[in-house]
């Protein structure tokens, strides 16, 4: 089946513990977005990839890192200089040449 | 960041009553989705528009691009239980720019 993977779906880390969610596509698609979600926020922008090797910050980039080795993968780090990391991130991609971003089914992190 | 201003935030309606909630942007966009959120999952595309007047339906849902290119509406006609969830509007910028979302609108149906 084609689609986006996110995995885990539930994640539970120390405070100022480094902690990496992971984002596997096999759509094919060139570019890779990751958003956080808090009650009431919508959908903000962390980081965005629109080829291998090359990433871009997005809105609220602070205390978060990514890499893109790979085409199908686009994992984010949340470093312990994130100050509230406890949310519920969402991974897309989109083909280069349409606009519809499609997501996975997110993670949801908990930092104790 | 840009963000698009979408209402009404949450609503609570019976079933078999008709929605409609909008979103607007201070600047221009060349595309408008509409997505669905259920609890716990990531969202769900409905709708795709791409030309200002574009009037397009999904089933029970219907959305329109406005003639401004600043607005978008989202009509569900005759809701049922199962359209309970987040509904987010998302518009693109001209050039190579990720997309912008509202803040989503939570519906409620009342059976």
């Known amino acids: 089946d084609g689609g986006i993977t996110q995995s885990p779906k539930y994640l539970f880390r120390k405070e100022g513990q480094n902690v990496t969610l992971s984002c596997e596509q096999n759509?094919?698609?060139?570019?890779m977005y990751w958003y956080r979600q808090d009650p009431g926020q919508g959908l903000r922008l962390i980081y965005y990839s629109q080829i291998v090797n090359d990433f871009q910050k997005g809105d609220i980039a602070e205390g978060y890192s990514v890499s893109r080795e790979k085409k199908e993968s686009f994992p984010l780090t949340v470093t312990s200089a994130q100050k509230n990391p406890t949310a519920f991130y969402l991974c897309?991609?989109?083909?280069?040449?349409?606009?519809?971003?499609?997501f996975g089914q997110g993670t949801r992190l908990t930092v104790v | 960041g840009q963000q698009l201003n979408q209402s009404p935030q949450s609503m609570f309606i019976q079933e078999g009553e008709d929605v409609s909630m909008n979103c607007t942007s201070s600047?221009?966009?060349?595309?408008w989705l509409w997505y669905k959120q259920d609890p716990g999952e990531g969202p769900v595309l409905l709708i795709a528009l791409y030309k200002a007047g574009e009037l397009t339906s999904n089933g029970r849902l219907t959305a329109q691009f406005g003639i401004t290119r600043k607005d978008s509406f989202l009509n569900i006609s005759a809701s049922i239980p199962s359209d309970v969830g987040i509904y987010f509007c998302?518009?693109?910028?001209?050039?190579?720019?990720?997309?912008?979302f509202g803040k989503g609108t939570r519906l409620s149906v009342i059976a």
């Open positions: 600047s221009i966009f060349n595309t």
């Open positions: 759509l094919n698609h060139d570019a």
């Open positions: 897309a991609s989109r083909d280069r040449l349409l606009t519809e971003a499609f």
């Open positions: 998302a518009g693109r910028a001209p050039g190579n720019t990720p997309l912008v």
